[in-house]
């Protein structure tokens, strides 16, 4: 992932999700939201690829005893995402059975209602994509971000951002390609508890990784996501 990130420990970030197709290869990162659900990028969902969903992976090279696959049965696409124009760069992938909760896979929150998700602007984001020395790293990395001002971003990127986007960067790190469809995340007081909160997904970067990089803002499709959600726990395919 992130040129720049660092390692830290198996269990710290239990809702990582490693997407890959039918050859084993790896796709991009997503989140677990809920028990059936993995939240990811629109640009990650493909009719053309099978995807299948490792949880508890923290390493590329080993399958560890504490990860668990999981089939995708359904892969629903924001309708408004346009792949010219990088918007609306949202997607839910449904998953065979329910996850079985442990020390190693949990899912990190989304908050529901819209009107009272606190404001932050810094922010978590790990994944495995390509550092420094190869294309995919061998573990789990992390990258902190600061969101940076939007007309600053659209200086530099020379696009301007839309709807439920924000731009953030590192100075030393930035994620990458393979990053896409990772989540964002911030401890944050919900209801008197302090929870990893997803704020945003890896939309889209730069040239060479490095630079601001463009996010899905979470909160902007939380009605999308629980209507989407609804309607895929009961359709059958």
């Given at each position: 992932?992130?040129?720049?990130?660092?390692?830290?420990?198996?269990?710290?970030?239990?809702?990582?999700?490693?997407?890959?197709?039918?050859?084993?290869?790896?796709?991009?990162?997503?989140?677990?939201?809920?028990?059936?659900?993995?939240?990811?990028?629109?640009?990650?969902?493909?009719?053309?690829?099978?995807?299948?969903?490792?949880?508890?992976?923290?390493?590329?090279?080993?399958?560890?005893?504490?990860?668990?696959?999981?089939?995708?049965?359904?892969?629903?696409?924001?309708?408004?995402?346009?792949?010219?124009?990088?918007?609306?760069?949202?997607?839910?992938?449904?998953?065979?059975?329910?996850?079985?909760?442990?020390?190693?896979?949990?899912?990190?929150?989304?908050?529901?209602?819209?009107?009272?998700?606190?404001?932050?602007?810094?922010?978590?984001?790990?994944?495995?994509?390509?550092?420094e020395n190869s294309r995919i790293s061998s573990v789990l990395k992390v990258v902190q971000l600061t969101e940076v001002d939007p007309n600053a971003c659209t200086e530099y990127s020379r696009r301007r951002l839309n709807f439920g986007q924000f731009c953030a960067s590192n100075s030393t790190g930035d994620t990458c390609s393979g990053d896409s469809g990772g989540p964002l995340v911030q401890i944050v007081n919900v209801d008197g508890t302090w929870r990893y909160v997803q704020f945003g997904i890896v939309s889209y970067g730069m040239q060479r990784c490095m630079g601001p990089g463009v996010y899905v803002r979470v909160h902007s499709y939380v009605d999308w996501i629980l209507d989407k959600m609804q309607f895929a726990l009961t359709y059958k395919n």
């Open positions: 992932m992130d040129i720049g990130g660092l390692d830290f420990r198996h269990e710290a970030y239990p809702w990582m999700a490693y997407l890959y197709d039918h050859e084993n290869e790896f796709v991009c990162d997503g989140s677990l939201i809920h028990k059936r659900f993995v939240l990811t990028a629109a640009h990650c969902i493909s009719s053309f690829v099978d995807l299948s969903v490792r949880l508890g992976k923290h390493y590329t090279a080993s399958r560890a005893e504490s990860s668990t696959v999981y089939n995708v049965t359904l892969a629903i696409r924001n309708r408004l995402y346009s792949k010219a124009e990088h918007v609306h760069d949202i997607g839910l992938l449904r998953l065979d059975r329910e996850v079985v909760f442990n020390a190693y896979i949990r899912p990190v929150c989304v908050i529901k209602n819209r009107r009272r998700v606190p404001h932050v602007n810094t922010y978590t984001t790990t994944g495995w994509d390509r550092t």
